[in-house]
């Protein structure tokens, strides 16, 4: 059986190219991190090592410089970010949101310090883990797939994701460090029963037969997955089955080409296209996603409508179905502020850029909102529509999805998918499909970065 040592050495040398290559690792201080830097300086002339200091803690800012000794005792540079709160979070989403800007913050040091490989030291423990927790909780081959040895995350391209230590156990990383006389610090959280992720580590440390079985398993769903991206992006590409609308962000499917398709190859272009056109990509739970491709492959269907996670799904007639970004309940979502000569990307959907209407003419403001259409503007949408004959018209069902541009009285300033514009505002705005994601990194399953690294 090959060493921790040797494992990590040939996924390198699979995944980096040249050993001159800065590497950046995240270091949190405990065992699995700090054997990794220590491996990773033994390849890489130059190994920057970076620990967040979430303040979530009151000792976690003595353990970030404690943590620091040990890694430029080691040989590597050192870095610390300490994260800023507006309020600590609810005690039930504290790892998840933690993780969440933790990952922010590597990523935005690595972007402005033109690292393109961040090494993080999951192992197999991890993820044997990751796999037990999304098999109860009813997840898909995605998911049953386990962690990549590498991925791009979607915000911030340039920079890779390495996971060099998937074939390595917590115990052997930790004999790393003992045999090479290394210090590490002890996380309380990581002890605790609160968390699930702990609770099936300790079982999995009792039971230490299951590793090999259950590796095995995780690696047999990642080659299954392999296989369906393949086969859903051939059938994304071809006999036109798929066709998206780059002005007003939907998708219309062939019926019967969706039909003929394997069941979980459907399913993967049913939730890319779902995540593709709504912006947002949580992923809804397998049974889910399995109701809503059975109602649409058996046609029952054609007479109603169907939500996934954000998005709608419509029948357009008896050939074609949409999917688009649901209709939000005004209620619950906040308008977004929009000043002059900003550029924002709203409802991670629509890429909007307001600014002057005129030269000689200044705006009544500055400040401006942007929120989703509703019934009423559609009486204003009527009057641009007339203007311009030939304006091929959305679908009615997904117009609450669109973009309106009020004052702050609330009064339409712009309504720009149909020519609306209130001149005596002073302003006007270029607008376009612009989703976060591609539609091929979403058919992909390129979604680790949803609270699962």
Same mark, same amino acid.
């Given at each position: 059986?090959?060493?921790?040592?040797?494992?990590?050495?040939? &996924?390198?040398?699979?995944?980096?190219?040249?050993?001159?290559?800065?590497?950046?690792?995240?270091? =949190?201080?405990?065992? @699995?991190? +700090?054997?990794? *830097?220590?491996?990773?300086?033994?390849?890489?002339?130059?190994?920057?090592?970076?620990?967040? @200091?979430?303040?979530?803690?009151?000792?976690?800012? +003595?353990?970030?410089?404690?943590?620091?000794? $040990?890694?430029?005792?080691?040989?590597?540079?050192?870095?610390?970010?300490?994260?800023?709160?507006?309020?600590?979070?609810?005690?039930?989403?504290?790892?998840?949101?933690?993780?969440?800007?933790?990952?922010?913050?590597?990523?935005?040091?690595?972007?402005?310090?033109?690292?393109? !490989?961040?090494?993080?030291?999951?192992?197999?423990?991890?993820?044997?883990? *990751?796999?037990?927790?999304?098999?109860?909780?009813?997840?898909?081959?995605?998911?049953?797939?386990?962690?990549?040895?590498?991925?791009?995350?979607?915000?911030?391209?340039?920079?890779?994701?390495?996971?060099?230590?998937?074939?390595?156990?917590?115990?052997?990383?930790?004999?790393? /460090?003992?045999?090479?006389?290394?210090?590490?610090?002890?996380?309380? =959280?990581?002890?605790?029963?609160? !968390?699930?992720?702990?609770?099936?580590?300790?079982?999995?440390?009792?039971?230490?037969?299951?590793?090999?079985?259950?590796?095995?398993?995780?690696?047999?769903?990642?080659?299954?997955?392999?296989?369906?991206?393949?086969?859903?992006?051939?059938?994304?590409?071809?006999?036109?089955?798929?066709?998206?609308?780059?002005? !007003?962000?939907?998708?219309? +499917?062939?019926?019967?080409?969706? /039909?003929?398709?394997?069941?979980?190859?459907?399913?993967?272009?049913?939730?890319?296209? =779902?995540?593709?056109?709504?912006?947002?990509?949580?992923?809804?739970?397998?049974?889910?996603?399995?109701?809503?491709?059975?109602?649409?492959?058996?046609?029952?269907?054609?007479?109603?409508?169907?939500?996934?996670?954000?998005?709608?799904?419509?029948?357009?007639?008896?050939?074609?179905?949409? $999917?688009?970004?649901?209709?939000?309940?005004?209620?619950?979502?906040?308008?977004?502020?929009?000043?002059?000569?900003?550029?924002?990307?709203? @409802?991670?959907?629509?890429?909007?850029?307001?600014?002057?209407?005129?030269?000689?003419?200044?705006?009544?403001?500055?400040?401006?909102? $942007?929120?989703?259409?509703?019934?009423?503007?559609?009486?204003?949408?009527?009057?641009?529509?007339?203007?311009?004959?030939?304006?091929?018209?959305?679908?009615?069902?997904?117009?609450?999805?669109?973009?309106? $541009?009020?004052?702050?009285?609330?009064?339409?300033?712009?309504?720009?998918?149909?020519?609306?514009?209130?001149? &005596?505002?002073?302003?006007? /705005?270029?607008?376009?499909?612009?989703?976060?994601?591609?539609?091929? !990194?979403?058919?992909?399953?390129?979604?680790?970065?949803?609270?699962?690294?």
């Amino acid at each position: 059986m090959a060493s921790c040592v040797e494992h990590f050495r040939r &996924s390198v040398a699979k995944l980096v190219p040249s050993r001159d290559a800065a590497v950046a690792v995240a270091v =949190s201080g405990g065992s @699995d991190s +700090v054997a990794l *830097t220590y491996l990773a300086r033994q390849v890489f002339q130059r190994v920057v090592g970076i620990t967040v @200091d979430h303040r979530l803690r009151p000792e976690s800012s +003595v353990e970030a410089v404690k943590t620091g000794s $040990i890694v430029t005792g080691i040989g590597a540079e050192h870095h610390v970010i300490p994260l800023e709160w507006a309020a600590r979070p609810d005690p039930g989403k504290v790892q998840l949101a933690a993780r969440q800007k933790r990952y922010e913050a590597l990523f935005r040091f690595c972007r402005e310090k033109r690292i393109r !490989y961040l090494m993080t030291a999951h192992h197999m423990d991890d993820q044997l883990g *990751t796999f037990l927790t999304r098999l109860s909780m009813g997840s898909s081959i995605d998911g049953l797939a386990g962690m990549r040895e590498a991925i791009a995350w979607y915000q911030s391209p340039e920079t890779q994701i390495l996971r060099p230590l998937l074939r390595c156990t917590k115990k052997s990383l930790r004999e790393v /460090c003992i045999e090479n006389h290394l210090e590490w610090i002890e996380d309380p =959280s990581n002890a605790s029963d609160v !968390y699930k992720r702990n609770r099936i580590n300790k079982a999995l440390a009792v039971h230490p037969e299951l590793h090999a079985g259950l590796g095995s398993l995780v690696e047999t769903c990642g080659l299954a997955r392999d296989v369906l991206q393949k086969k859903a992006l051939h059938a994304m590409n071809s006999n036109g089955m798929v066709q998206v609308d780059h002005i !007003y962000g939907y998708a219309k +499917v062939s019926w019967p080409q969706y /039909c003929r398709l394997d069941g979980p190859v459907a399913r993967r272009v049913l939730l890319a296209l =779902s995540h593709y056109t709504s912006g947002h990509y949580t992923l809804p739970n397998y049974v889910a996603l399995s109701r809503a491709h059975q109602m649409f492959s058996e046609g029952k269907a054609k007479a109603t409508n169907m939500t996934l996670g954000m998005s709608i799904l419509v029948p357009a007639d008896d050939a074609t179905f949409i $999917i688009s970004r649901s209709n939000p309940p005004n209620s619950t979502v906040d308008p977004t502020p929009i000043a002059l000569g900003e550029t924002i990307l709203w @409802d991670k959907r629509f890429k909007i850029t307001l600014s002057q209407l005129e030269p000689r003419t200044p705006p009544t403001s500055k400040q401006f909102l $942007i929120r989703h259409m509703i019934k009423a503007d559609w009486v204003l949408a009527r009057k641009g529509i007339r203007k311009v004959r030939t304006m091929a018209l959305p679908p009615e069902m997904i117009r609450g999805g669109l973009p309106v $541009i009020v004052n702050k009285d609330g009064k339409v300033v712009l309504i720009p998918h149909f020519r609306v514009i209130e001149r &005596s505002a002073g302003v006007v /705005c270029e607008l376009k499909f612009a989703p976060e994601k591609s539609l091929e !990194y979403c058919l992909l399953g390129c979604y680790e970065m949803q609270g699962k690294l």
